[in-house]
C-alpha cells in the first residue's frame, strides 16, 4: 500500500509540531497586576516550568521549585519536590497542552506572589486522563528566592475532563 505524497509530507510535520503553553490574564486586574516586575518575573517562572513539563526537562523542571515546595496534586496526594520530579521522568506528568487563565495575581509580603487561575490540558502517555481535554482550579505561592522565583506552594483540583 502506497501512501498519497501530500501524506507522507504532512506525517512528520504533525509529529513535530511542538507542544503548546501559554497563560493568559483573565481579567483587567490580571492585566495591570502583570505589569509589576515582582507578578512579571513570577509569570515568567511558569513559563519556564511549563516548557520543561512540556519538554520532558525534568532538570528544568526540577529547577522551578523551591527545595521545601509541597504540591497537593491532582492525584489528590500531597507530593514533595522530589515526588513532583519523578512524576515527570515516569511520564504521569505528560501533556502535549497546557494553557493557564490567571484569574488572580498579587504580591504577598516581602518575597511572594500568588497565582490563582483555571488551567486546561491535554495529558498523553501514562498520564491520567491520557487523551482527555482536563480542567483544574490551582492555587500557586511562587517565592523570590535571592531573586530567582521558584514554586513553593501549589494546589491543583480537577473539576471536569472530556
Known sequence: MRLPAALLILLPMLAATPAHAAWHAANAEVTQAAKNPRIAAALEATNRMEKAILSHDVKGFADAF????VVNNPFNKIARKADAENN????LIDYTT???SIEYAAVRGQHDIVLMGEEKLTPVGKAR???????RRTTEVWTDESGEWKLAIRQATIYATE
Not at 66 to 69: E, L
Not at 88 to 91: C, D, E, I, N, Q
Not at 129 to 135: D, I, L, P, S
Open 88 to 91: 515527570l521522568k515516569t511520564g
Open 66 to 69: 523551591a527545595q521545601d515546595a
Open 98 to 100: 497546557l494553557d493557564r
Open 129 to 135: 486522563f491520557a487523551g482527555k481535554t482536563v480542567h
